[in-house]
């Protein structure tokens, strides 16, 4: 018997792994494919620079719907959650004044110039996920200017590209919103003055369930300092989870904290907003397909007694 080719043998036995030969057989085919995409005088050594363009260009093409033009988040997967606590490489402004709206809102603010204005943001969506609140807000609040902050680059990726493909088929729309990378509970005051927000949501955060990582919650006593920094007198801070738990230490660490006061069952039905932070993102809907129960919780940014 002659001597197998080692490439061919198995990790786990002597048996030729059938993916290989599958491999070399597509590998063939697209070489023979990409032959005859050129004329018989193009040099060989170049078929694969051009081949190289047609793909990336079918790449780019493929990761959005046919139908719709918005990216497709199955290109797009990334873990649940990311470790806050952990060191991200990704620029960071070093004061609010540093942030160029030009770059998040071009049709708004056409040059770097003007986006010192007095026109500021407004809402911030922490952990906006997918981005299904900031693109239903959006034409709540059409004069409105509002950001999603979120850790996890393919998913930031993502909602910048919905956006962008939204603003292409809705000429006119969208452009009051935006997505950036960062760690909202390290650096919210790069990003926001003092006063400068006048709502704040926190949709479904992780629950970081074991006691030694309640730490990572976005919601605690000393981020709730921040959040009351960064959120003029009056403003409104949206929770929900699906979590029994994590609701109940939500609930409890405004309710303890003496720059927040709870809305009234009377304020929470009239606000529009509330409707949507089960109905809008994306984990709201799958918690109502499979007939859970969301717990929230909506405070006031009060001034504090003296």
């Known amino acids: 018997m002659g001597r197998r080719n080692p490439c061919l043998i198995s990790l786990f036995g002597s048996k030729p792994r059938i993916c290989e030969f599958q491999a070399a057989s597509a590998r063939g085919r ?33 990761t959005h719907s046919k139908s719709t033009g918005l990216p497709r988040k199955r290109f797009y997967r990334a873990r649940a959650h990311s470790n806050p606590l ?12 540093h942030v160029d709206y030009s770059l998040h809102y071009p049709q708004l603010f056409p040059s770097s110039d003007e986006a010192g204005s007095c026109k500021k943001i ?8 997918f981005g299904g609140l900031l693109i239903s807000l959006s034409t709540l609040f059409p004069s409105t200017l509002m950001i999603g902050m979120e850790l996890r680059d393919k998913v930031t990726e993502y909602v910048k590209e919905r956006i962008l493909a939204l603003r292409v088929t809705n ?3 969208y452009q009051n919103i935006s997505v950036v990378r960062t760690n909202s509970m390290k650096y919210i005051p790069n990003y926001f003055e003092k006063a400068q927000l006048s709502k704040m949501f926190f949709l479904f955060p992780d629950p970081h369930f074991k006691e030694k990582n309640h730490r990572r919650r976005v919601i605690s006593p000393f981020l709730l300092d921040e959040y009351a920094y960064a959120l003029e007198v009056g403003g409104i801070i949206y929770t929900i989870t699906d979590v029994e738990e994590l609701g109940d230490w939500m609930k409890a660490c405004l309710e303890n904290h003496p720059m927040f006061e709870a809305l009234t069952s009377e304020e929470v039905e009239a606000d529009p907003v509330t409707k949507l932070l089960s109905s809008a993102t994306e984990e709201g809907q799958k918690v109502d ?12 940014r009060i001034a504090p007694s003296l």
Do not use: W
């Open 86 to 97: 952990s060191d991200s490489h990704f620029p960071v402004p070093v004061a609010p004044s």
């Open 289 to 300: 397909r499979n007939g859970g129960q969301t717990f929230r919780a909506i405070y006031r």
């Open 171 to 173: 000429l006119g729309q």
């Open 30 to 62: 697209v070489a023979k494919h990409l032959r005859n995409q050129f004329p018989a005088s193009t040099p060989i050594h170049k078929i694969p620079k051009f081949a190289e363009k047609v793909m990336l260009e079918n790449k780019v093409n493929s």
């Open 122 to 129: 407004q809402f911030a969506d922490i952990g906006c996920g």
